[in-house]
């Protein structure tokens, strides 16, 4: 039985003004389907409902601005369904480009800061280690959780700007300290280190992992090396899009599993399974579903790409140009190109003729022109999900690959570690 | 032939009847599911090309994209949804998208959750009728 406090009932009962008691109204009846005995304070919330897909997500923005709907709790905003600057070099109608720009006009009336990233924790609005958040946007829900330690349930669309404006979540789920245990044990065995250092390990096991969890929280043990925030990025983006994953371990590397022990709250697993190099180059090839070596654009970003990731791309391109046949798009946020321009690290990249596309992405915006069939990208979700949305084909490589690829026209990648694994 | 009796629980009560749609496999409705066809268009999914549109889904439990809860918003508005969702637990996104559709449009979809052995025994193309009290009837 649901235990309201004052304020709940009092939001429930409009005295709050009408958009807090819908959001109450909604969060109470979730609150039933989650089982919760209570609902609980939050401090900070990222909204992923911001992506406009037809009329039903612009009239409930709206609906919501129209009733004055106020954040409660600093709020950061996902990608849109519009680059507001550059949607006209691509294929975006100006109708969907008008209703975008609206349904994100009425999520910054709502108070939220104007972020328009998927890589929220890569900005000022990241979390701390324990903090109670409630954040959509899948792997920015599993990056939150399992690599900063901050605690959200995995919050859909719509139901994160509820929790926004009353600033209550259930209280039940990954905001509990016994729930997040992990339940199931994945044991590398004798994955080689250079192939656990390669570019695209990450992606590939958070890939395979996904496919493996089911619904359970994974711990994966046997990771030999400390790996960039961008290749745990690239794993939480992988393990949510293969899988349902919130929040998982990798033991020695996340800050809730110091030790296995620690990673299970001394409990068994319910489930343990092994990971082999085999299993590994299987999950790699399934990213790519291309073959040949036609190539039209070579796309990167996604999550969103960060001032590491600029910094990398940079020597790699410098004094270099692409085949005038392959485009070259990276996706990513306002904040990130200007850190990247002031860096001095964006000037070679565009010169290498690279596009950037800011605030939303190709699966996000109907951008891409039909004449771009064949894609390469070194994100496993990018590469998961732009066959079914966008009816390509595409590569999966790493980024030195993309690079070379770009340049030669074709796709050309360096399988020599993934064959011989 | 008498109706063999599956029982269920509500997690957003309501009443549907249509064809079963049975997957084992997880479902992202964002990259997975088109609004405007009431298709699944998933390309790692054993039932793509299939239309779920008014048919009782049943699929173990949602994964991947937060946006799932908005696509299927998109669908009831459409009306390309599935009349009802199966589910093997209390699957918040598909609740979600059923309440937010009822509170925008007065119009929402049954969510039944089935015991494992219970989901394990339905089969795709038996005619469903799904009950308020979460009971299901298979003609």
Known sequence: ?421 | MADRLIAGRPVVEGEAEGEALVTHEALSFWGGYDFQTGEIIDKHHPLVGVRAAGRILAVPFSKGSSTTTAVLLEAVRAGTAPAAILTTGADSFFALASIVADVMYGKSFPVIALEPDAFASLQSGRRLIVERSGLIRER
């Open chain 1, 1 to 421: 039985m649901l235990q309201l406090s004052d304020r709940d009932r009092a939001m429930l009962n409009g005295d709050h003004g009408p958009a807090p008691q819908l959001a109450m109204s909604i969060l109470v009846r979730m609150a039933d389907v989650y089982g919760a005995g209570e609902l609980m304070d939050i401090s900070q919330a990222h909204i992923d409902s911001t992506m406009y897909l037809g009329d039903a997500t612009l009239e409930f923005a709206e609906r919501l601005a129209s009733l004055g709907a106020r954040v409660a709790v600093p709020t950061s905003l996902n990608v849109s369904g519009v680059d507001e600057c550059g949607w006209k070099d691509w294929a975006v109608s100006p109708e969907w480009a008008a209703k975008a720009a609206r349904q994100m006009l009425a999520y910054e009336k709502m108070g939220a800061v104007p972020t328009w990233t998927c890589a929220p924790y890569q900005t000022q609005m990241r979390p701390s280690f324990g903090q109670q958040i409630a954040w959509g946007e899948s792997n920015a829900i599993a990056f939150a959780n399992s690599v900063i330690g901050a605690r959200t349930e995995r919050y859909p669309d719509l139901l994160d700007i509820c929790c926004a404006i009353t600033a209550r979540v259930p209280a039940v789920g990954l905001h509990v300290t016994e729930n997040r245990a992990g339940q199931m044990l994945l044991r590398l065995i004798d994955v080689p280190l250079a192939l656990q250092q390669d570019d695209q390990f990450f992606a590939v096991l958070g890939h395979l992992v996904g496919k493996l969890a089911g619904d359970l929280i994974p711990v994966i043990d046997g990771v030999a090396v400390q790996p960039a925030e961008d290749h745990l990025k690239a794993f939480a983006a992988a393990v949510a899009s293969s899988g349902r994953v919130a929040l998982f371990h990798i033991v020695g590397v996340t800050p809730e599993a110091p030790t296995l022990d620690a990673a299970f709250q001394r409990r068994a697993p319910q489930q343990t399974l092994d990971i082999t190099a085999t299993d590994l180059r299987g999950a790699r090839s399934e990213l790519t579903t291309a073959d040949g070596r036609e190539l039209d654009m070579v796309i990167l970003g996604s999550p969103h790409f960060s001032l590491a990731e600029f910094r990398n791309l940079a020597p790699l391109v410098a004094g270099q140009h692409t085949d005038p046949r392959v485009r070259f798009l990276i996706t990513s946020s306002r904040l990130m190109k200007e850190m990247a321009a002031e860096a001095g690290v964006l000037a070679p990249i565009v010169e290498f003729g690279a596009q950037i596309t800011l605030d939303t992405c190709i699966l996000a915006s109907p951008m891409l022109p039909p004449e771009i069939k064949t894609l390469m990208t070194n994100s496993a979700k990018y590469a998961y999900y732009a066959p079914s949305l966008l009816n390509t084909r595409v590569t999966f490589g790493s980024l030195a690959d993309c690079v070379r690829s770009a340049i030669e026209g074709r796709v050309v990648r360096d399988d020599s570690l993934w064959q011989t694994a």
